[in-house]
């Protein structure tokens, strides 16, 4: 049974409760991180706590606790759970006070802190000779203009992956006025001519961490890559589309609305790359 942590107590999961005055659960009046843990040591955590305190500030949420405060939070989460491959799910709501009212609550309303852990499975960059890709549709982007907060607002990205499960893909791919965004739950690469692309970081995306160390790493290996807008056009004709995230790293997606994205195979670019992943992060720990 898992361990999580709720403002200040450590339970089993299962015994853990809220209010329901939450904010979190009457509004959805808060943010989160999700974090991957490798072999017990969690992995980019400084980027992850920076675009935390991004989505803190954005709300104007005080953050309850220090840098090292997290830091401490999330080892000891990541120790009662027995360390191994998780992913940590953090979420700061602005409190339960008394009365529920849309404008913000007393500035001294407690936060609600939780966080919990969950197993990770391999991803399938780990193993990209077996891997035959994934299928994905497009949708028009209904969400919000601030999709750079990590809110825990998830309604439009719930509906939108749904959509996707129903058509029997894994992810939807968003366009928004004829340029695509990002996935439900994930950012989107396109390879062109041998260029990797993804849209720019701006307030109609979340900057993916798993997003910005694939540009790092691309930039390190002299990999072509570029951040440019990705039109509806350019998208249905690219030679190879992937899906990235912190849990599902990358994605290779080889049929888009039912029509085969390059040879409908996992394409060598992306083989390079994830290569580049695992390499990195056997790198911090080889048993990664
Ligand atoms: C909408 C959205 N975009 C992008 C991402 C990828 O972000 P990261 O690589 O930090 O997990 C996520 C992750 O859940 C997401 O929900």
């Given at each position: 049974m898992s361990i999580a942590y709720l403002n200040g107590t450590w339970q089993p999961l299962e015994d853990a409760r809220i209010s329901p005055l939450d904010r979190g659960f009457l509004f959805a009046d808060g943010v989160y991180e999700v974090i991957p843990v490798y072999a017990g040591k969690a992995f980019r955590l400084a980027e992850h706590l920076d675009r935390l305190d991004h989505s803190l500030s954005a709300i104007q949420?005080?953050?309850?606790?220090?840098r090292t405060g997290w830091e401490n939070l999330l080892n000891e989460l990541v120790q009662r759970n027995e360390g191994g491959n998780l992913s940590v799910y953090l979420q700061i709501t602005r409190g339960a006070p008394a009365k529920r009212d849309h404008a913000f609550p007393a500035a001294d309303t407690p936060a609600t802190v939780f966080a919990m852990v969950s197993p990770m499975a391999p991803a399938p960059s780990a193993t990209p000779d077996t891997t035959t890709g994934a299928a994905a549709v497009t949708a028009e982007?209904?969400?919000?203009?601030?999709?750079d907060i990590k809110s825990v607002s998830l309604l439009p990205n719930i509906l939108l992956r749904q959509y996707a499960v129903s058509q029997g893909a894994i992810e939807a791919i968003l366009l928004r006025d004829g340029v695509a965004t990002e996935g439900s739950a994930s950012n989107l690469f396109v390879v062109r001519d041998g260029t990797v692309i993804t849209p720019p970081k701006s307030p109609l995306i979340l900057g993916g961490i798993t997003r910005d160390l694939i540009l790092e790493l691309c930039r390190a290996h002299a990999v072509p890559c570029a951040e440019a807008n990705v039109s509806e056009a350019e998208l249905r004709d690219a030679d190879e589309l992937w899906v990235t995230s912190s849990t599902r790293e990358l994605v290779p997606v080889v049929r888009l609305d039912d029509q085969a994205i390059g040879d409908g195979r996992p394409g060598p670019v992306w083989r390079k790359v994830a290569g580049l992943y695992t390499d990195f992060k056997r790198s911090l720990d080889p048993s990664a």
């Open positions: 949420l005080a953050a309850p606790l220090s982007d209904t969400r919000w203009l601030r999709c």
